[in-house]
């Protein structure tokens, strides 16, 4: 049970360039979730899909886009990549407020 | 101020050892409460919910406090293997599935 995949895992970006993050989960979850974490920020929320062909911004939107593709892919698009968006990128779903799955992360470096 | 806040740490404490977290919520709507564990460069995991009168799973014990809007997480006998940071996570009513997280206390259990 692959649970929630999201590739790639690493990556360093030149600023200015762009690119796309992706999520999918195999569990049927209707909710998913991009955040990021920061040191000594906790994880902060960016985008939420509550169900399929939904999203909404989180706490930190700016400088991010996201597809709701189908029910299992949820993806995060950095458009202009800049020094600030280094950060580790969780994507996560649920089917409610109890048991939120994570994806493994992606380690983001801005150059 | 920040929704949820915790204290950094780190807590280093002996193997054996009792240890005790705490957390403090500002929103007085939240309405379910968990603690989640995560290793150094992983994804975050739940460790357990937060019930009002309080819980236990193991040594982890679990309470809650909603007139002074704190939570608190007991880890008895400690082991090394529970060497992680622990985030306090809250849910809000009317933000739907929607977590929002501290940033964490980081224990170190040393033999």
């Known amino acids: 049970n692959a649970g929630v995949t999201q590739t790639p895992k690493f990556q360093v970006l030149k600023t200015g360039q762009s690119m796309t993050l992706q999520c999918a989960q195999d569990?049927?979850?209707?909710?998913m979730y991009w955040y990021r974490q920061d040191p000594g920020m906790g994880l902060r929320l960016i985008y939420y899909s509550a169900s399929e062909g939904t999203t909404d911004k989180g706490e930190v939107p700016n400088g991010y886009n996201v597809s709701r593709l189908n029910k299992r892919e949820f993806s995060l698009r950095l458009e202009s990549a800049a020094p600030s968006q280094t950060s580790v990128y969780f994507c996560a779903s649920s089917e409610s407020a109890v048991g939120y799955t994570f994806g493994s992360g992606t380690r983001l470096t801005v150059v | 101020r920040k929704e949820v806040e915790q204290d950094p740490g780190p807590f280093n404490v002996p193997e054996g050892a009792t240890v005790a977290f705490n957390c403090t919520y500002s929103n007085s709507a939240s309405q379910s409460f968990f603690w989640y564990r995560q290793d150094c460069r992983k994804e975050p995991k739940l460790l357990m919910s937060v019930y009002s009168s309080g819980n236990e799973d193991g040594r982890f014990t679990a309470q809650l406090n909603r007139a002074s809007q704190y939570i608190s997480l007991l880890i008895r006998d400690s082991k090394l293997s529970d060497s992680a940071t622990y985030l306090c996570?809250?849910?809000?009513w009317g933000a739907g599935n929607m977590l929002t997280f501290g940033g964490g206390t980081r224990l170190m259990v040393k033999p």
């Open positions: 569990m049927n979850h209707n909710s």
């Open positions: 996570v809250v849910n809000k």
